[in-house]
């Protein structure tokens, strides 16, 4: 499975990006897919999961709660990540992971893609 993430951009804060990641050559309906941000100088963070099912099965960190959704169509190969009320702290690269189990676990994470550059100026 390759994934290969794109949206990122240079935006001011309180303002709003979405993120996408299109999948190819594997099943891509089945995958649990995840978004993750690393800032300059950090650990990777985790970001969202979301379900092969989508809908409410969806998993957002506490970081980002209320300001970003994670959804997927899977007729397009592509989870989306929308980010609203931006942040300067939400500065980071931003990538895609995939995995087969139906987990929204953090981990395990067998895919992943290169990332997006997402800037929030003050």
């Known amino acids: 499975v390759q994934l290969q993430a794109s949206g990122g951009g240079l935006v001011q804060a309180g303002g709003s990006l979405r993120l996408s990641c299109t999948a190819s050559g594997g099943t891509f309906s089945r995958l649990t897919l995840g978004w993750f941000r690393q800032a300059p100088g950090k650990e990777r963070e985790f970001v969202a999961a979301i379900k092969w099912s989508g809908g409410r099965n969806t998993f957002v960190a506490d970081s980002v709660e209320g300001r970003f959704t994670i959804s997927r169509e899977n007729a397009k190969n592509t989870v989306y990540l929308q980010m609203n009320s931006l942040k300067p702290e939400d500065t980071a690269v931003y990538s895609c992971?995939?995995?087969?189990?139906?987990?929204?676990?953090?981990?395990?994470?067998?895919?992943w893609g290169q990332g997006t550059l997402v800037t929030v100026s003050s």
């Open positions: 992971a995939a995995k087969r189990a139906s987990s929204l676990s953090p981990f395990g994470n067998e895919y």
